[in-house]
């Protein structure tokens, strides 16, 4: 009987948090004229996606994000188990100071290099180019990742090494056969925590990016603000198929996610 009124207070709060989210679904069901007038009024159809997903190159956005994401998720996953296998696994003098320099990277403001940052990218000819957008996520992320992956390399049994010595497989092989299929709960972390704020990332395709054809979904959705009126519905409609798939991500991975980050916590 003690737990009930914190289940009563979780679950309140998680309908209050569900709120804004139903109200965006239903909106996203309705012309724009009745938004307004019935906020909570019963759906009419879905004519609102499909004038998203064609009229308002909301397919050509999508196409761009994904992109993106998925080019700086690998990129950024994969320097970051470079880096972290070593600090989590080998023992040698200033891996502390590594160590500490990638955590200072997490100190440090994102915006805060943006005009010379600017100025590298177009020097390298990447503005304007999703390649420059990758690298700046890719390289943003990897103090994060490699916070992460150290943590969970360094709980791994030494004896795995041995083991893996013992039967003729050397550090690279030990890695690829050994060590990679057990930090999937790290890499699924980290993963998702790469996914969420690219994919939502408004910031560098508003400064990097100039060619409509090549916006990504959170720029390309103000395009949908007119001079004089806003069309509500599509814009709803374009944010909840905006959302679908960070939640289908989160909805696989949150049990992979608890364990990365509870990695190295006994440590």
Same mark, same amino acid.
């Given at each position: 009987m003690r737990a009930l009124p914190i289940k009563v207070l979780l679950w309140g709060y998680a309908a209050f948090s569900m709120a804004p989210l139903l109200v965006m679904v239903l909106s996203s069901l309705r012309p724009t004229s009745e938004i307004f007038d019935r906020p909570l009024g019963w759906p009419t159809g879905l004519g609102n996606y499909a004038k998203a997903w064609t009229q308002a190159s909301f397919s050509t956005y999508v196409v761009n994000?994904?992109?993106v994401v998925v080019c700086s998720v690998l990129l950024g996953a994969a320097v970051s188990l470079l880096a972290a296998y070593p600090l989590g696994r080998a023992a040698f003098r200033g891996r502390g100071l590594f160590a500490a320099y990638f955590v200072s990277g997490m100190?440090?403001?994102a915006h805060l290099g943006v005009l010379p940052l600017f100025y590298l990218l177009q020097s390298m000819g990447l503005v304007d180019s999703p390649a420059g957008l990758v690298l700046v996520y890719a390289a943003g992320s990897v103090p994060f990742n490699v916070f992460v992956l150290t943590a969970f390399f360094r709980q791994l049994p030494h004896e795995l090494d041995e083991a893996a010595a013992l039967d003729g497989a050397g550090p690279l092989a030990t890695f690829w056969h050994v060590m990679l &299929? %057990?930090?999937r709960?790290?890499?699924?972390?980290?993963?998702?925590?790469q996914f969420v704020p690219i994919w939502n990332d408004f910031f560098? &395709? %508003?400064?990097?990016m100039r060619d409509e054809s090549k916006l990504t979904l959170p720029v390309g959705l103000t395009h949908f603000f007119g001079q004089f009126q806003n069309d509500w519905g599509t814009l709803f409609a374009g944010l909840v198929m905006t959302t679908i798939p960070l939640v289908v991500l989160f909805v696989l991975a949150t049990r992979h996610i608890v364990a990365g980050l509870t990695a190295g916590m006994n440590r």
């Open positions: 994000s994904a992109v100190t440090l403001p &299929p %057990l930090v709960p790290a890499l699924a972390t980290v993963v998702v925590f560098y &395709p %508003l400064i990097l």
